[in-house]
C-alpha cells in the first residue's frame, strides 16, 4: 500500500514557474514508477510525465520530473506556465515500467490546484 500526498500547489502569474512534491509512505517507493496527471474542469486526466529511477520522461517540455529515493518523494517542476496549465495535479504510483494512462496506476494523492492567472 502506497499514500501519496502532493503538495506545491497554488496561485502563479503566467510565466511563473512551480515546483509541485509529491511524498509517499509506505514500502518500496523506489521501485514504483511515478507519474503526474492534470485534471482541469469538465476534462479527462491527462497525462504529463513519469519517472522510473532516474529516467523520466514527459509529454510537456516546460515540466521537468525528478525523484529522490532517499526522501520517497517525486517532483514536478513546471516553467513558462500558461493559464491553460490551470487545473488539478495529481502524482501516482505504478508497477508498469513506462505508464501513461490513468488505469496502468495503482494509487493516487488527493491532487493540489494549480491556478495560473493571465
Known amino acids: 500500500q502506497v499514500q501519496l500526498i502532493e503538495s506545491g500547489g497554488g496561485l502563479v502569474q503566467a510565466g511563473g514557474s512551480l515546483r509541485l512534491s509529491c511524498a509517499a509512505s509506505?514500502?518500496?517507493?523506489?521501485?514504483?514508477?511515478m507519474g503526474w496527471f492534470r485534471q482541469a474542469p469538465g476534462k479527462e486526466r491527462e497525462f504529463l510525465a513519469a519517472?522510473?529511477?532516474s529516467s523520466g520522461y514527459s509529454v510537456e517540455g516546460r515540466f521537468i520530473i525528478s525523484r529522490d529515493n532517499a526522501k520517497n518523494t517525486v517532483y514536478l517542476c513546471m516553467n513558462s506556465l500558461k493559464p491553460e496549465d490551470t487545473a488539478v495535479y495529481y502524482c501516482?504510483?505504478?508497477?508498469?515500467?513506462?505508464?501513461?494512462?490513468?488505469?496502468?496506476?495503482?494509487?493516487w494523492g488527493q491532487g493540489t490546484q494549480v491556478t495560473v492567472s493571465s
Open positions: 519517472i522510473r529511477w
Open positions: 509506505g514500502r518500496a517507493f523506489s521501485s514504483y514508477t
Open positions: 501516482a504510483a505504478s508497477t508498469y515500467l513506462t505508464p501513461r494512462v490513468p488505469h496502468e496506476y495503482d494509487y
